[in-house]
């Protein structure tokens, strides 16, 4: 059975950072690719980045690039989300997912989620 489990969310201050985890098991992911979701209250899941399981591709949303970057640590099976400089917009329940193949933007593709973890930023 293939899990995802995140971790890393909190309260931080406008300019500050979290690096959010998300460790996969059930499954070998060699081929996938990870992605990262979020969800502010009263909106549509939005893209936020993606990884694939090589690590060697990656892509992000226009509103996180330079800020945020995704990395992965295949010996642990874990997909990290370092978050610099955090706005108040960033606010919003982050989700990992996985996928078959090739990185991609359309949450509709990603075939197992996490229960996701709440970021607030806020001063």
């Known amino acids: 059975q293939v899990q995802l489990v995140e971790s890393g969310g909190g309260l931080v201050q406008p300019g500050g950072s979290l690096r959010l985890s998300c460790t996969a098991s059930?499954?070998?992911?060699?081929?996938?690719?990870m992605g990262w979701f979020r969800q502010a209250p009263g909106k549509e899941r939005e893209f936020v980045s993606a990884?694939?399981?090589?690590?060697?591709?990656?892509l992000y949303a226009d509103s996180v690039k330079g800020r945020f970057t995704s990395s992965i640590d295949n010996a642990k099976s874990t997909v990290y989300l370092q978050m610099n400089n955090l706005k108040p917009e960033d606010t919003a329940v982050y989700y990992c997912?996985?996928?078959?193949?090739?990185?991609?933007?359309?949450?509709?593709?990603?075939?197992?989620w996490g229960q996701g973890t709440q970021v607030t930023v806020s001063s």
């Open positions: 997912a996985a996928r078959l193949t090739d990185i991609d933007r359309t949450f509709r593709t990603y075939a197992y």
């Open positions: 059930g499954r070998t992911f060699s081929g996938y690719a």
């Open positions: 990884v694939s399981w090589s690590g060697r591709n990656t």
